[in-house]
Structures are given as C-alpha cells and as structure tokens.
C-alpha cells in the first residue's frame, strides 16, 4: 500500500470510528499529484455533493495553472524568464508570486520557489522518480547562480527577473493555498462544518458534531498515525516528510525537499509537522514547514520562533521527536514511549 493510500486511509479512519450513521459526506480524488480528501458533516447529500464538485473543480484549476513541468501559466513564465524576458501573467498569479518572496525572505530564503531548476535536476519534476543522481557540476553550477524569489520583478501582471535560473515550482505553497481556496468555496455554499485533506495537509471547518475534528499525524516510518490532536474551526496542520517524494540509491534516501544552500536533498530529518491558525491558515501550514525541515535538528526551533509557528515538530533521523512545548499539549502519542525532546 503507497503511503498516500495509508495516509487517507488513516484520517478517514479516525473520522469513522464509531460515527454509526452519523451524516458524512465524502468524496476524493486525485489532483496536485497527490490524494485529495472532503469530509462534510450535518448536511444532505445533495448540497454536500454540490460543494465538493465545485471545490475539486478549483483544485483542477489550480493544478493547471501551477504545474511546473506540463504546459501552464507558470511553465509560460518559467519560459519567458529562461529568454530573458518578462511575461503577463493572471492577477492571481502575480499576487501567489509576491506573497511566496514574502515567505521566502522571512525564511532567509529556506522556502524557496525559485529553484525549479535543482528540483529538475534531481528528477522531482516528474509522476515517477528514477534512482540515478545527477551531474554535481550542473547542481554546483545551480547553487553558484543563487535563484532567489527576490530576483523577481513584479510589475503589477507583468513578471520578469533579474537572474535566467529562476525557475518557479510552487510544490510547496500550491496545496496550502488550495486549502484555504476550499475552506471559502465550502463557506460561500453555507457548509460549516468540514475537514480539507490535501495530501497531508488538512483544514478543518466548524466541528465532527458535538466535537472538534480529530486527524493523525502519519509516523514517518510505521504505518498508522505517530500521534493524534484535534482541529479545531480554521485550524490547519501541515507535513513536509521524506517518505512523500523519495528515491532510495545504495541504501541511502533521496527525498524531494532540496537545500537551496546546497543544492541536495536534505538529510537527517524525517518529517516536520506545523499548526497554523488564522487567515491563510493552509498557505502557512504548507509553506511554512518547508524552512523548519530545511533547517534541521539545529536551526528548526529558531525558524518556528521566528514565523511566529507556536505548535511545531521535527522528527529526526533516529526517530526523536522534538517539539514546542505547544504542540505537546495538542498532541496524544500512540505510543507513550516514543523519545521526545521538548523546546520552550
């Protein structure tokens, strides 16, 4: 079984657990090149129906529009700026480019979109991931030239940068900013209770009935949930783990999360989990993990105080789970044994 396939199998698992014949609607699909899953609750199918058709349908949107490697309106851009050129681009667009330069210098450049070209490189740009590693003097002369989202020009619609190597991948914010894309789509429909589940990172709207929505957080290594938390109304948790995009080479694994200071995939962490709250709550809960897992066992705590991430983990290579003394108090560990470190 793929670890998508654990995955939603688990939170739908935690949902159905003694519901009986409580009024779930469900439905999935596949988009974003992962596993999409809508729970809605107290509501007749009829309506429930009609709100996932039209939330699926912006997912395929969005999916459309950002694909890195297919024909889309970022792959056009992508072009354009390989020439030298600069390029109009959708409202939209524009505004998903100049709030991820604001994540990306917030971060010191950790999440970083700009680096299309490594993630290429390495053959994450791809439905299926072959184990070959790639040319290090094409990664070397990649970190040399120092792609940056600050090297973007933002004119209004029209895009240009001041560095051909930029190549924009917005893996790691497209899925956060589809989830608050369905949280106001299902809201605008009159449904207010719900739980949003893109491959891992997941939103939750109104309450389970009488309780709050409760999700696992996937052991990066075992199947099953490592720990469980409730979520509660526009809470959003998000995952960045080496066992979603890897390739394994002579024992050692190659996960899809590069170090832009490097140009290589990171090595040492297993999975980072955030909570966010608040407006853009799924943009942050996907973006904003991607500097804490790049950072690692070292840098990852000062990055969460730094974006302002109260409940966050790290889990390392030997299976050690840190984490904020925050995120302690929301989570309930399958395994009481499990070895933790606890920050301020």
């Given at each position: 079984?793929?670890?998508?396939?654990?995955?939603?199998?688990?939170?739908?698992?935690?949902?159905?657990?003694?519901c009986g014949k409580e009024p779930l609607y469900q439905e999935q699909a596949y988009v974003f090149?992962?596993?999409?899953?809508?729970?809605?609750?107290?509501?007749?199918?009829?309506?429930?129906?009609?709100?996932?058709?039209?939330?699926?349908?912006?997912?395929?949107?969005?999916?459309?529009?950002?694909?890195?490697?297919?024909?889309?309106?970022?792959?056009?851009?992508?072009?354009?700026?390989?020439?030298?050129?600069?390029?109009?681009?959708?409202?939209?667009?524009?505004?998903?480019?100049?709030?991820?330069?604001?994540?990306?210098?917030?971060?010191?450049?950790?999440?970083?979109?700009?680096?299309?070209?490594?993630?290429?490189?390495?053959?994450?740009?791809?439905?299926?991931?072959?184990?070959?590693?790639?040319?290090?003097?094409?990664?070397?002369?990649?970190?040399?030239?120092?792609?940056?989202?600050?090297?973007?020009?933002?004119?209004?619609?029209?895009?240009?940068?001041?560095?051909?190597?930029?190549?924009?991948?917005?893996?790691?914010?497209?899925?956060?900013?589809?989830?608050?894309?369905?949280?106001?789509?299902?809201?605008?429909?009159?449904?207010?209770?719900?739980?949003?589940?893109?491959?891992?990172?997941?939103?939750?709207?109104?309450?389970?009935?009488?309780?709050?929505?409760?999700?696992?957080?996937?052991?990066?290594?075992?199947?099953?949930?490592?720990?469980?938390?409730?979520?509660?109304?526009?809470?959003?948790?998000?995952?960045?783990?080496?066992?979603?995009?890897?390739?394994?080479?002579?024992?050692?694994?190659?996960?899809?999360?590069?170090?832009?200071?490097?140009?290589?995939?990171?090595?040492?962490?297993?999975?980072?989990?955030?909570?966010?709250?608040?407006?853009?709550?799924?943009?942050?809960?996907?973006?904003?993990?991607?500097?804490?897992?790049?950072?690692?066992?070292?840098?990852?705590?000062?990055?969460?105080?730094?974006?302002?991430?109260?409940?966050a983990l790290l889990i390392d290579a030997r299976g050690v789970v840190h984490l904020t003394a925050?995120?302690?108090?929301?989570?309930?560990?399958?395994?009481?044994?499990?070895?933790?470190?606890?920050?301020?």
């Open positions: 079984m793929t670890f998508l396939s654990r995955l939603v199998l688990l939170l739908l698992a935690l949902q159905l657990a003694a090149g992962t596993q999409v899953d809508v729970t809605i609750y107290g509501e007749d199918e009829a309506k429930a129906r009609q709100a996932v058709v039209l939330v699926m349908r912006e997912f395929q949107r969005l999916h459309d529009m950002l694909h890195a490697w297919k024909p889309s309106e970022l792959s056009d851009l992508n072009a354009a700026i390989a020439q030298g050129k600069g390029r109009q681009v959708s409202p939209e667009l524009a505004m998903m480019l100049k709030d991820a330069a604001r994540v990306s210098a917030q971060s010191d450049g950790l999440f970083n979109p700009a680096i299309g070209g490594l993630i290429q490189a390495w053959g994450f740009q791809a439905d299926d991931f072959k184990a070959v590693l790639p040319d290090e003097k094409k990664i070397a002369a990649l970190v040399k030239a120092n792609p940056q989202m600050s090297d973007l020009v933002i004119d209004s619609t029209n895009v240009k940068s001041r560095n051909r190597s930029v190549k924009i991948d917005l893996g790691g914010y497209a899925k956060g900013y589809a989830l608050d894309r369905a949280a106001a789509i299902l809201k605008q429909q009159g449904i207010h209770n719900a739980l949003i589940n893109i491959g891992g990172n997941v939103m939750a709207l109104g309450t389970h009935g009488s309780r709050a929505w409760r999700v696992g957080i996937q052991h990066p290594r075992k199947p099953g949930p490592l720990a469980t938390l409730e979520l509660h109304d526009g809470e959003a948790i998000g995952t960045s783990g080496d066992y979603q995009r890897y390739f394994e080479l002579d024992g050692k694994r190659y996960c899809h999360l590069i170090d832009p200071r490097n140009g290589h995939p990171v090595q040492g962490v297993e999975a980072v989990t955030i909570l966010t709250h608040g407006e853009h709550a799924g943009l942050l809960s996907d973006a904003s993990s991607k500097p804490l897992f790049v950072s690692g066992v070292q840098g990852w705590a000062g990055y969460a105080t730094k974006m302002q991430l109260d409940e925050a995120m302690q108090k929301r989570l309930k560990f399958t395994d009481e044994s499990t070895p933790r470190e606890v920050v301020p």
